[in-house]
C-alpha cells in the first residue's frame, strides 16, 4: 500500500464519452440488474451483485473469468449526488463480503492509502455523457497491472448495456 494520500501521485483515471443522456449512464451504473451485464474486463461474466445504493450502504459482486474461477468485489458507498457523483471504497472480499487482502489471491494491487474511488457523471448536452472514474491506486501500476486495461473493457461492455437501454426506451 502506497503511504501518500493520493495528492502528489497520479491516480487511475478512466473517461469515456458515452452516446447517452446522463440518467442513463448512472442508470446502469447503479442498478445491480445492469451491473451484472458488464461488471469485470472482456470475457468475465458477474453472477452475484447486491448494491445497498446509499450512503453507508455496502456492495458485494462476483466476477467470474472464462475459466469459471471468482473474484469477488466489496465496498462502501460514502457520499453520492444523484446523476453526479459517487465515492465509495472497493476491496477484494471473500463471497460473504469479508475484505481480503490482493496478495492472498495472487494479484498486484498498490492502493493509496486513504484513497476513494470517484465517479462523476457530466451531462454533455446532445445526448452525451462523460465518466470519469478515479481509482483508488497509482496509474503507473494500475497500467502495469492491467488494470487501465480491464476499466476500458468493462467501459466497452457499459456502452454496450446502455445501447440496450436506448434501443428499450
Not at 468475465?44 to 450512503?55: G, L, Y
Not at 491506486?137 to 494500475?142: L, T
Request: aromatic share 12%; net charge negative; proline share 5%.
Amino acid at each position: 500500500m502506497t503511504k501518500d494520500t493520493g495528492k502528489n501521485v497520479e491516480r487511475m483515471t478512466i473517461t469515456r464519452v458515452f452516446d447517452a443522456p446522463r440518467e442513463l449512464v448512472w442508470k446502469a451504473w447503479t442498478d445491480p440488474k445492469y451491473v451484472m451485464q458488464w461488471w469485470g474486463p472482456k470475457g468475465f461474466t458477474a453472477p452475484v451483485c447486491k448494491m445497498d445504493f446509499r450512503v453507508r450502504g455496502k456492495f458485494l459482486c462476483c466476477m467470474k473469468s472464462p475459466d469459471g474461477q471468482e473474484f469477488w468485489n466489496a465496498g462502501e458507498y460514502h457520499e453520492i449526488i444523484p446523476y453526479e457523483k459517487i465515492v465509495s471504497t472497493m476491496y477484494f472480499a471473500d463471497a460473504k463480503g469479508n475484505k481480503i487482502e490482493p496478495e492472498h489471491l495472487d494479484i498486484e494491487h498498490e492502493a493509496i492509502e486513504g484513497a476513494y474511488d470517484v465517479t462523476l457523471f457530466e451531462d454533455l448536452g446532445n445526448g452525451q455523457t462523460k465518466l470519469t472514474f478515479i481509482g483508488n491506486e497509482p496509474m503507473e501500476s494500475a497500467k502495469e497491472s492491467g488494470q487501465v486495461e480491464g476499466w476500458n473493457q468493462i467501459l466497452d461492455k457499459i456502452a454496450a448495456v446502455l445501447a440496450g437501454l436506448k434501443r428499450a426506451s
